[in-house]
């Protein structure tokens, strides 16, 4: 046996963690070159069984049957540029390959040979870098070939790759070579990288190389080996995948010949364990057939992991993740008609009194190349196969929750961004003048992220959200029309197409224990209301109008607002109907006690309520949203645990009540308990810190409301 190390060359690399597997569509010698240039964005090749079975001292060997699709990652390689991104969009859209030309070819057109000298020229980049770190090398281009992959999307792009022979600089013989390769899409931006040689050794008669992506610099790992028959033959027979397997050893995977020659040329048998990987596990659910998600994505069921969904779902009913059990699978349809399975909870045996079952923690949806793929289930993915909106305030008062926001809702609710003068400084510093700050700020935020933005308020008639120079000011009932439309003319033209939803007026008639501005100024009269939908409507006529109250969710009114509230807004919406004002939703606030809602017998009596009252807004075409739903705890006994799960029982009964309905947007009023306003004193009393009425905990982990609130979104399936 004979080594020659000490080759290096730094040549960067770009991490591909999930590449199609096109490999076997192509000739062996090019099959062969693929391989080895897409090393550096990580494999997923689909391997053909070993001619003769590994064989190895190593105690730790295993072998197993009919080897598949396996995708080795590595964090060595993670460039992320736009060249990066540029790499995985073309890859992962890759359908089908054919042979464009080669330097092999003696038939090529002149059009044929002007492509091929481009992507030579081009590569003569890696040449000169290879060339100043390997010193007493000759380095010439050898062959080079260049196809042309067609992509999911319909296009094509073109793929170069190219061999470059090592020579003695003085004798010129061969010592080693290495791969270049190229993407050239059809803007013509085109993306270099190589692949070095950077050991060599004689086994058995054959020449064993060694390719990595970035020799001398860090772990060598992953790492394809390549036999030869001989040291001329630029035509490797055997094709592996070597990389650590987390331990002092290694994992091989054979792409196709056998591993003796790879348990040789390690010279290290015993600390090597040899594996060929078997086909994903599936399970099957009424007759369809997907990966089993223990195989696919172990992470999932990982105890431990704060990230796991058992273990969060074990956190939030303050019991062990073992005792989570099995999951089972459930297969749906989405309102697309594509059908999605999910993965739900049994019934815990510690918490007495509470059921459970049917929480979905998982799902596996189906991707355009036909993988299934499983994730974590959440609000948003299971709201957007229901045509949902699931929504939550509180980026105004914690832009921390941001990742919370974007990661679980689909529907972004201002908080008091849009209040006369609640900001500071204030939207409405004096009666001539508007600061848009904030309001640019959440628009910025929405439009960015892609979040659809339900908007709080146009008009709000509570005084603490209203200037001074109004409150105080003795303006005529015209004046007043006249700020009005001022007002909604100057925020509505600003971001007119940008709002998805506008709840033009919020508490028309204010509250028992805080009047409303508008009203006691401008009165029962009509005109002032008919005014500022028209003027929003006019302006941006895409976007949803919406009349928001509290206290009117239940048919037959609510103790606290009156009984005769939710009657008196019922009959102002219905005559702004008939005036053909452009009103399209009612906004229920949907603010609940807990201790209202500790018996089934009271939660009952809340449904049946609230499914009577939706009912007569849809008989006159209104559809009803819920816009700050929120669940206080004060005075509800027991451990948090108990308290949590009642809160999770209301939440859930309602939100199912409502899907049953017909509501199709349902939006929290905050997302961490400790950003509620309902924590704050000043509003909800001495004991306000009790009151913790949101999904999220204080540090933003779920609480079981979260839970409960996801299997309600299940009826939309059934």
């Not at 002032?528 to 939908?533: K, P, R, S």
Request: negative net charge.
């Amino acid at each position: 046996m004979t080594n020659n190390y000490g080759r290096n060359s730094i040549i960067g690399g770009i991490r591909r963690e999930k590449l199609k597997t096109i490999e076997k569509k192509m000739p062996l010698a090019l099959r062969v070159l693929f391989l080895f240039s897409l090393l550096a964005v990580t494999f997923a090749c689909s391997p053909k069984p070993a001619t003769e079975p590994p064989t190895t001292t190593s105690a730790n060997f295993t072998t197993e049957e009919t080897p598949t699709l396996i995708a080795i990652e590595s964090s060595i390689y993670e460039k992320p540029d736009a060249t990066r991104q540029k790499v995985l969009d073309l890859a992962g859209k890759i359908q089908g390959i054919s042979i464009l030309n080669s330097t092999s070819s003696d038939q090529l057109s002149a059009d044929q040979k002007t492509i091929l000298q481009q992507f030579q020229d081009s590569q003569q980049v890696d040449i000169n870098v290879l060339a100043q770190n390997t010193p007493g090398a000759k380095i010439t281009l050898s062959d080079t070939q260049v196809i042309s992959a067609t992509t999911s999307e319909g296009g094509s792009f073109e793929v170069g790759f190219s061999t470059l022979l090592y020579s003695d600089i003085n004798n010129g013989n061969p010592i080693g070579n290495a791969l270049t390769y190229q993407f050239k899409d059809s803007n013509g931006d085109v993306i270099n990288a190589a692949l070095l040689q950077d050991q060599e050794q004689t086994v058995n008669g054959k020449t064993v190389r060694r390719f990595i992506a970035l020799p001398g610099s860090g772990p060598a790992f992953p790492a394809v080996i390549a036999v030869y028959d001989n040291l001329t033959d630029t035509s490797p027979s055997q094709v592996y995948v070597l990389w650590p397997d987390g331990t002092s050893k290694f994992n091989v995977l054979p792409l196709q010949g056998s591993g003796s020659e790879i348990k040789a040329f390690s010279g290290q048998a015993e600390n090597i364990s040899f594996k060929i990987a078997r086909p994903t596990p599936i399970i099957e659910v009424d007759g369809l057939k997907i990966p089993d998600p223990k195989a696919s994505n172990p992470e999932f069921f990982n105890l431990t992991s704060p990230d796991s969904p058992i273990f969060q779902f074990a956190n939030a009913f303050g019991v062990k993740p073992e005792e989570v059990g099995n999951l089972t699978p459930q297969l749906l349809t989405g309102v697309d008609g594509k059908q999605f399975v999910v993965l739900t909870t049994g019934n815990l045996a510690a918490t007495a009194n509470f059921d459970e079952t049917g929480i979905p923690l998982l799902m596996s949806e189906q991707e355009e190349d036909g993988e299934w793929v499983w994730s974590k289930t959440t609000l948003k993915m299971l709201a957007e196969k229901g045509n949902l909106e699931i929504g939550v305030a509180g980026l105004y008062a914690d832009i921390s929750t941001a990742p919370i926001i974007e990661k679980y809702f689909n529907l972004l609710v201002s908080d008091w961004e849009f209040h006369w003068n609640t900001t500071s400084p204030p939207l409405r510093p004096d009666i001539d003048s508007f600061n848009f700050r904030f309001g640019d700020d959440i628009i910025n935020y929405s439009q960015r992220k892609n979040i659809p933005l339900q908007v709080h308020h146009l008009l709000f008639g509570d005084q603490s959200a209203l200037p001074n120079w109004l409150l105080q000011g003795n303006f005529s009932r015209d004046q007043l029309l006249t700020i009005i439309q001022n007002h909604v003319r100057q925020v509505v033209s600003r971001y007119k197409g940008k709002v998805s939803e506008w709840t033009v007026i919020n508490e028309i008639y204010g509250v028992p224990w805080n009047g409303s501005f508008w009203y006691e100024r401008l009165g029962s009269n009509t005109d002032w209301i008919e005014l500022a939908f028209k003027t929003t409507h006019e302006i941006d006529p895409s976007a949803k109008l919406i009349l928001n109250d509290a206290g009117i969710e239940f048919y037959g009114g609510d103790p606290l607002y009156g009984r005769e509230r939710a009657n008196n807004v019922f009959n102002l919406v219905k005559t702004l109907i008939e005036k053909g004002v452009p009103i399209e939703g009612v906004g229920f606030q949907m603010h609940l006690y807990g201790k209202d809602l500790l018996t089934q017998q009271q939660i009952d009596q809340r449904i049946e309520a609230l499914k009577k009252n939706i009912k007569r807004y849809q008989e006159i075409g209104i559809d009803v949203y819920i816009t700050e739903f929120d669940i206080r705890m004060n005075g509800v006994q027991g451990t948090q645990e108990e308290r949590f799960r009642i809160q999770a029982q209301a939440y859930e009964a309602i939100t199912k009540a409502a899907i049953e309905s017909g509501v199709t947007s349902i939006s929290i009023f905050g997302v961490k308990d400790k950003d509620s306003w309902l924590e704050n004193p000043n509003i909800a009393g001495p004991d306000a810190k009790n009151s913790d009425p949101l999904l999220f905990d204080d540090n933003g982990l779920p609480k079981p409301s979260y839970f409960t609130i996801i299997k309600a979104l299940l009826e939309k399936f059934k």
